[in-house]
C-alpha cells in the first residue's frame, strides 16, 4: 500500500470537512436533545440533578426531557446556538448565553419547566434550581464576567478529532463579534474537556483552588473564566515586556 502523499487529508480531517456549522432551528431540537443526552448521559451533575445521587443514571426519557427544552428557550430567546451537521444527522452543538438574555420565569413556563415536579419531583426541581445559586454568587462578587458557554458537546464517535474546537472556535469568533469578547464563563464537571477550554483561553477562576466539591451533590465542578478582551490584552502587554 502506498504511502499517503504530502498534504493528503487524513480521514479524521475528510469527516471534518463533511460536516458543516449553522445556527440551530426549532425544527434541529428533537436531534440536538438526542445529542446531549447520549453525550452527557453520565455526567455526575444530571445524574445528581434527577436522582440525588451521582451514581444513579437519571430516569428513562429525562436528558431528553430537559435538554428540548433548555435548547428551545436558548433559541426562543434569539441566543447563538451551534450545531454540527453530517449530512442529515447532528453531531455536535453549543451554544453561548449573554446573562443578560438568558431565560427567565416566563420562558420556564412557556416551555413546561413548571411541570417538572410532575414528572420528575418536587426534590428534583429543587436540586434544579439550587444549581444556578453559584452563578448567582459570582455575578455578585463584581467579577467582570457578561456570559457563559452553555453544553458544548460532540458526539461520542466523534470526541477526539477536532471537532469540538472547531464549535468553540466558531461560538468564540460570535461571541467576540457580537457582544465585543467581554469576560465569558464555563462550568464543567467533565476533566477531559479541560485542556480545550485551555487552549481557548480559559483558565481556572480561583487558580489556587481549580476544582470545587458542590456542597450537596459530591461532584467534583470547575469554573474556568475566560477574561474580556481589554484585560486579555493588558495580560498579553505585560507578557510582552517581560520578554522584551
Known amino acids: 500500500m502506498p504511502p499517503p502523499q504530502a498534504g493528503a487529508p487524513t480521514a479524521a480531517a475528510a469527516q471534518q470537512d463533511d460536516i458543516q456549522l449553522r445556527q440551530a432551528t426549532l425544527a434541529d431540537l428533537p436531534a440536538v436533545a438526542a445529542l446531549y443526552s447520549l453525550s452527557f448521559a453520565d455526567n455526575p451533575a444530571y445524574q445528581w440533578l434527577f436522582t440525588g445521587d451521582v451514581t444513579v443514571p437519571a430516569p428513562e426519557g429525562a436528558l431528553p426531557w430537559l435538554f428540548l427544552r433548555r435548547a428551545r428557550m436558548l433559541l426562543h430567546r434569539g441566543n447563538c446556538l451551534l450545531v454540527g451537521c453530517r449530512g442529515d444527522e447532528i ?29 420528575w419531583g418536587t426534590a ?107 484585560a486579555r490584552g493588558a495580560a498579553e502587554g505585560q507578557a510582552a515586556g517581560g520578554r522584551a
Open 124 to 230: 428534583s426541581l429543587k436540586r434544579a434550581l439550587g444549581m444556578d445559586a453559584g452563578l448567582v454568587k459570582l455575578l455578585g462578587s463584581g467579577l467582570s464576567v457578561a456570559g457563559e458557554l452553555s453544553m458544548v458537546a460532540v458526539h461520542p464517535e466523534l470526541q477526539g478529532r477536532g471537532l469540538g474546537g472547531r464549535v468553540m472556535q466558531a461560538l468564540l469568533e460570535h461571541w467576540d463579534a457580537v457582544h465585543g469578547g467581554e469576560g465569558l464563563l464555563v462550568m464543567t464537571q467533565e476533566a477531559y474537556a479541560l485542556r480545550l477550554y485551555a487552549k481557548f483561553g480559559f483558565a481556572p477562576l480561583d487558580a489556587a483552588h481549580p476544582v470545587s466539591v458542590h456542597p450537596q451533590g459530591g461532584f467534583h465542578n470547575w469554573v474556568m473564566l475566560r477574561p474580556g478582551r481589554q
Open 91 to 119: 453531531v455536535a452543538a453549543g451554544g453561548v448565553v449573554p446573562f443578560s438574555n438568558k431565560p427567565g420565569t416566563w420562558d420556564y413556563f412557556r416551555n413546561g419547566i413548571g411541570l417538572w415536579p410532575l414528572w
